[in-house]
């Protein structure tokens, strides 16, 4: 059973207002993600890590910024939210292998709407 | 660039008959893996399956199988004996191991008729 956990899982914020997006797992993960996602339509990488100290930017251009100090946790952080940045926020972890696909498994998503 | 073509934005579907989601993808590598996530209204993506580009046997886990011919680049995701709760969004997959991520396509949504 995946554990991996996400708050808060409904947002509403005001413009200009810096929000910190939580993502925790507990299964020892290096690798994690995020994924943003308009409903009714597919996910976008914005961000991804292979371990403690490592940040890399996704497919899809960010404002967002994110940060990797501990392996469980990997956050996410808009410091000025606009209403173009509303919408569903995925957060996954899998474990690290350079061959073969691991299975990624998803927290339960922070949906986000920025008034 | 490696993609996922869904060609079917939504299907309808009585209860109790199978269902065919279409995948092709698109990539010139010889190592990916391809899989199947649902997302319920709920919002949460559940993994279903997983194929490996060397697998030769199509990958099966209960009532999902996966329809993975390699020669024409698809990765159909079959249910048999659909039921209400299957009704959901279906999103195709594709790892390739030279660009380490993973790419979806832009999902099929499935209605489950009573």
């Known amino acids: 059973e995946a554990d991996i956990y996400q708050t808060p899982r409904y947002l509403v914020i005001g413009t200009g207002k810096k929000i910190t997006l939580e993502c925790s797992q507990t299964m020892g993960h290096d690798k994690m993600y995020w994924y943003q996602q308009d409903p009714g339509m597919e996910l976008h990488l914005i961000h991804y890590s292979y371990g403690v100290n490592s940040t890399e930017k996704g497919d899809l251009s960010s404002e967002s910024t994110v940060s990797r100090i501990r392996t469980e946790h990997f956050p996410l952080t808009l410091e000025s939210a606009r209403p173009s940045h509303t919408s569903q926020y995925l957060c996954a972890s899998s474990e690290l292998d350079g061959f073969s696909y691991n299975e990624q498994f998803f927290g339960p998503g922070t949906r986000l709407t920025v008034l | 660039a490696q993609k996922i073509t869904q060609t079917q934005p939504g299907m309808f579907v009585q209860e109790k008959e199978a269902v065919t989601l279409d995948c092709t993808y698109d990539t010139s590598d010889q190592s990916y893996g391809l899989f199947w996530y649902k997302q319920p209204s709920s919002g949460e993506m559940i993994f279903l399956i997983y194929?490996?580009?060397?697998?030769?046997q199509n990958a099966t886990e209960g009532r999902y199988s996966l329809n993975f011919q390699k020669a024409r680049k698809s990765a159909n995701l079959v249910i048999s004996a659909s039921q209400l709760g299957d009704s959901a969004m279906y999103f195709c997959?594709?790892?390739?191991?030279?660009?380490?991520?993973?790419?979806f396509g832009k999902g099929t949504r499935l209605h489950i008729l009573p």
């Open positions: 194929q490996g580009s060397y697998d030769e």
């Open positions: 997959a594709s790892f390739m191991n030279r660009d380490d991520k993973i790419i």
